[in-house]
C-alpha cells in the first residue's frame, strides 16, 4: 500500500550533518562552482547517487546514456536501496559528496528532510531559467505550473527553488465510469452537484465515498483547501500561520468533510487500516461507493480484484467549490545538488536535461515514471490507461504539493500524520464521536502550538 504521509514535516530526530559542506548555515545562493559548465568532452564525471526504488534504476541508466550522448559529460550513477543510509556517513565528512542526489523528502531515514533543516541543499532557482539540452525551450517552460511553487522544492518559503520536482503521480478520486453511463448519471463538476449525486446514489443503496485509510486525506484536504481557502491561503497554512487557519474559508473545508462523512460508506471505518484498506478500495469495484481519493497506482494495485460487469475506471479532480479551480493534488519525487558538490555547473545541466522530451520518454519507457512536464501525457498513448490519469491537469485541473513547511518537531504534537489530529480524526467525523466542529477545534490549538 503507498500511503501518502506529510512530506515537509522536519522533526528530523536530532540528526545532524554539520560537516557537510564549508559550514555556511545560510541557504546557498545557486553560484555556480569552480567546474567548467563541461562542454562536449570535458573531463568531467557526474556523480549521482539516488533511491533504487519503485521505479527502479533502468530510466535513470539510460537517461544518464543520453545525457552524456548529448553533452559529452560523463556520469557516474550510483542507485542504492539503502541510499539513505550509504550517504549520510559520506555527507558527513564532506568528502567525496555526490553533485546529485535523488532522495525525497519524507523518504525512509529523513536525510533529506535533515539536509533542509540544516540548509545544506544547493539554491537551484536559476535552473528554471536554462535552456534544455538538446532543445530550445527553457526548464520553467517545461514544467507544469504549480510543482515548483510547492513547499516541496521551495522549503523555506523564499520563493528560490532547491529541488526539483520529477516523478510525479496526481492523486484524485477513483470511480467506475460504467455505474454513470449504466445510471445515466452526470460526473459532478461541483460540491452542489455531487450531494445530489450522494442523495440519488443512496436511494439506490449505493455510498457516494469511501477511503482506504484516513492518510489518504493528506492529498484530498490538501486539494480541498486549495479550493475553498484559495493557493496564497494555502500556503499560509503550510507555514502554520495561526490567523490563517482561523479563516472561515478554511473552516469551510472541515465543513465539507463533516457533510461527506453522512454520504460515507458504512464499513469504511473499519476498514481503514493497514490490513482491510484493499476492502474499502473493493468498494468502487463492486458498485457499492462511488468515489475513492487515491493515486495513480490504485488500478495497478486493484488489478486482480474481483469487479462489477463492464467496470471502467474513471478519475477526476476534486470539484470545484464556488465556482474555484477544481485541485488534484500530487505526490512528487525530487532531485537536488547538495552543498559541497565539485560539478555544480554540470548537475545543473543534468537536472535540467531530465525535463526534456528524450529524457520523458526514456523514464517512461524504462520505468513507467512520469516527469512533470507540460507535454508529459501526449507521449502517454491514449490506449494505456495512465493517459486518462496524467491527463488531469491538460484538461483544467490544478496541481498542488501536499506538505507542510519545516519546522522543528513539537513535543506531544501530531497534527500530520495518518494517525494525526489533522487526518487522523477523520474517523472519529465519520463514525460521529466527533463533530467536524470538535475536529476544527483540536486543529487550531495544535497549529497554536507551532507558534
Given amino acids: 500500500m503507498k500511503r501518502f504521509t506529510n512530506l515537509l514535516l522536519c522533526g528530523l530526530m536530532g540528526l545532524t550533518l554539520t560537516a557537510c559542506s564549508s559550514g555556511s548555515s545560510a541557504p546557498a545562493s545557486g553560484s555556480a562552482s569552480t567546474a567548467s559548465t563541461a562542454a562536449a568532452g570535458s573531463d568531467v564525471t557526474l556523480k549521482v547517487a539516488g533511491l533504487d526504488g519503485g521505479y527502479g534504476t533502468d530510466g535513470w541508466n539510460a537517461v544518464a546514456e543520453a545525457f552524456t550522448a548529448e553533452t559529452g559529460i560523463k556520469v557516474e550513477m550510483d542507485l542504492e536501496k539503502n541510499i539513505a543510509e550509504t550517504l549520510r556517513p559520506v555527507l558527513t565528512s564532506g568528502k567525496n559528496i555526490p553533485d546529485v542526489i535523488y532522495l525525497s523528502v519524507g523518504s525512509e531515514g529523513k536525510l533529506t528532510d535533515t539536509m533542509i533543516s540544516e540548509k545544506q541543499i544547493m539554491d537551484i532557482t536559476d535552473v528554471l531559467n536554462m535552456t534544455i539540452p538538446s532543445e530550445t525551450g527553457t526548464v520553467k517552460d517545461k514544467i507544469i505550473p504549480g510543482f515548483t511553487d510547492a513547499l516541496t522544492s521551495s522549503p523555506y518559503g523564499d520563493g528560490k527553488m532547491y529541488l526539483a520536482p520529477i516523478h510525479y503521480s496526481p492523486c484524485g478520486l477513483f470511480y467506475n465510469a460504467a455505474l454513470f453511463e449504466e445510471k445515466d448519471w452526470d460526473v459532478p463538476t461541483t460540491w452542489d452537484e455531487m450531494w445530489e449525486l450522494g442523495d440519488k446514489a443512496k436511494a439506490d443503496g449505493i455510498a457516494l465515498f469511501t477511503y482506504p485509510t484516513t492518510g489518504y486525506f493528506d492529498a484530498f484536504f490538501s486539494a480541498l483547501l486549495n479550493e475553498t481557502a484559495g493557493p496564497e491561503t494555502y500556503t499560509k497554512l503550510m507555514n502554520y500561520d495561526l490567523d490563517a487557519w482561523k479563516l472561515p474559508e478554511v473552516k469551510e473545508a472541515f465543513d465539507i468533510v463533516g457533510k461527506l462523512a453522512e454520504y460515507t460508506e458504512s464499513n469504511t471505518v473499519a476498514n481503514a487500516n493497514g490490513d482491510g484498506f484493499t476492502k474499502n ?3 468502487i469495484l463492486d458498485n457499492k461507493a462511488i468515489f475513492c481519493p487515491n493515486g495513480t497506482w490504485l488500478p495497478g494495485e486493484m488489478a486482480d480484484a474481483p469487479r462489477a460487469d463492464g467496470f ?3 478519475f477526476m479532480a476534486l470539484p470545484s467549490y464556488n465556482s474555484s479551480d477544481r485541485y488534484s493534488s500530487t505526490f512528487c519525487e525530487q532531485v537536488y545538488i547538495p552543498e ?6 554540470a548537475a545543473k545541466q543534468f537536472i535540467a536535461f531530465i525535463y526534456s522530451d528524450k529524457a520523458t520518454e526514456l523514464f517512461y519507457e524504462k520505468s513507467g515514471a512520469v516527469i ?7 507521449m502517454i498513448k491514449d490506449t494505456d490507461d495512465n493517459k486518462l490519469y496524467y ?3 491538460d484538461n483544467g485541473a490544478k496541481a498542488d504539493a501536499a506538505g507542510f513547511a519545516a519546522h522543528d518537531a513539537i513535543e506531544g504534537v501530531d497534527l500530520t500524520s495518518a494517525e494525526g489530529i489533522l487526518y487522523g480524526t477523520v474517523n472519529s467525523v465519520v463514525t460521529g464521536d466527533k463533530t467536524a466542529d470538535d475536529w476544527y477545534n483540536a486543529v487550531i490549538e495544535a497549529v497554536g502550538k507551532y507558534n
Fill in 312 to 314: 471502467k475506471w474513471g
Fill in 391 to 393: 491527463s488531469i491537469y
Fill in 281 to 283: 478500495q473493493q468498494l
Fill in 372 to 378: 512533470p512536464t507540460n507535454n508529459a501525457s501526449a
Fill in 340 to 345: 559541497g558538490a565539485e560539478n555544480a555547473d
